[in-house]
């Protein structure tokens, strides 16, 4: 074990934000040596963590505009102020064409980002889909064995893809602004569906009355779903998180919701699902990855290319030569003896 990895976990479970901060920011490394050094320590975090993880992950969902970030800010204020640590991720979407990010998010939660008890900490989404980042589980890890026990991970945005955040995470809070359109969405599957608990904010001044049309609209619309947490039945409630009103109704939500999970039971089980759900899910984006880069299939690729570009040559053809050739370089045996 590197000792200067070993310096850096002790420092981290010793509350040093700094430290905390150059952990981070070497599991997103993509240096090889870096990722040797990121493993090392999640390995020493993963067992600390055992037996004494106390922390909860919620991921926080919603359109762009509906105040994420500012009913994190409000909840993260309140869990302080009843002596618990705040940890919070922001997933940034990334230009797909400068592929950059603006990471922003700190300058939006200006009161929380100067509390000494609360941790924020912006990453950038990449190519990856499904509102998380490619290491956002490794860094849930991190600040929860910071010792922050309440952590939000507020994901890219809102859609049918968010399952990954449901997955990797023990809540899915979702965000809606009244008269915004979305009630209508509520009777469809995908997003809400994957909802524990619903939050319309925004619900003063003239949003007041959208906001309990909206609510009734989407308690409707939660008969039609089962329910995916076993012991829980979805709630939704509404605030105003700039106003500072209902705030304490959601933290009451939360920290019921919290208790309902882990004395079920099978918080254990649940964490486990996971674990597993996020190594097969980061073993398929590595292998993606180097398949696509295999000399063979990078240079079959770029022939096809250049075919397609002649016209002539069927786009499906082309893929089904290449999807063979990959069957090929994994089995021993002739792709049509196996087929």
């Known amino acids: 074990m590197d000792q200067n990895v070993t310096i850096l976990y002790e420092k981290i479970c010793q509350g040093d934000r700094v430290a905390l901060g150059k952990a981070l920011t070497l599991v997103e490394s993509g240096l090889t040596t870096d990722r040797d050094d990121a493993i090392q320590l999640l390995s020493l975090c993963e067992k600390g963590l055992k037996g004494h993880d106390k922390s909860i992950r919620f991921a926080v969902s919603g359109s762009p505009g509906v105040g994420k970030s500012t009913l994190i800010e409000a909840i993260g204020l309140k869990a302080i102020a009843q002596g618990h640590k705040v940890g919070v ?131 409707n619309a939660l008969h039609y779903f089962s329910s995916l947490r076993e012991g829980w039945i979805p709630k939704i409630v509404t605030c105003s998180a700039l106003k500072d009103t209902g705030i304490d109704h959601v933290w009451d939500i939360l920290r019921l919701y919290q208790s309902t999970r882990q004395n079920e039971g099978q918080w254990e089980e649940t964490r486990n699902k996971q674990k597993l ?55 021993p045996l002739p792709s049509k003896e196996i087929r």
Not at 134 to 152: H, K, N, S
Not at 291 to 305: C, R
């Open 89 to 219: 991720i922001t997933i940034d979407p990334s230009s797909s064409i400068s592929h950059g990010s603006i990471l922003g998010d700190k300058s939006r939660m200006t009161e929380l980002s100067t509390s000494q008890n609360a941790f924020i900490r912006s990453s950038a989404a990449g190519s990856v889909l499904g509102g998380m980042g490619r290491r956002t589980y490794e860094m849930m890890t991190l600040v929860a064995a910071a010792g922050y026990d309440i952590i939000f991970v507020e994901t890219v945005g809102v859609g049918q893809s968010e399952h990954l955040a449901w997955q990797f995470t023990d809540g899915f809070i979702l965000v809606l602004q009244p008269g915004g359109g979305d009630e209508l969405q509520g009777i469809k599957r995908g997003i809400t569906e994957l909802a524990d608990i619903v939050v319309v904010n925004k619900a003063d001044g003239d949003l007041a009355a959208l906001a309990k049309v909206a609510s009734a609209q989407y308690q």
């Open 277 to 331: 759900f996020w190594l097969t899910w980061s073993l398929g984006i590595t292998a993606n990855q180097m398949l696509m880069t295999h000399p063979i299939i990078k240079q079959q690729f770029l022939e096809a290319n250049e075919a397609l570009l002649k016209k002539g040559v069927s786009l499906f053809k082309a893929e089904y030569e290449i999807e063979n050739t990959m069957k090929d370089l994994f089995n």
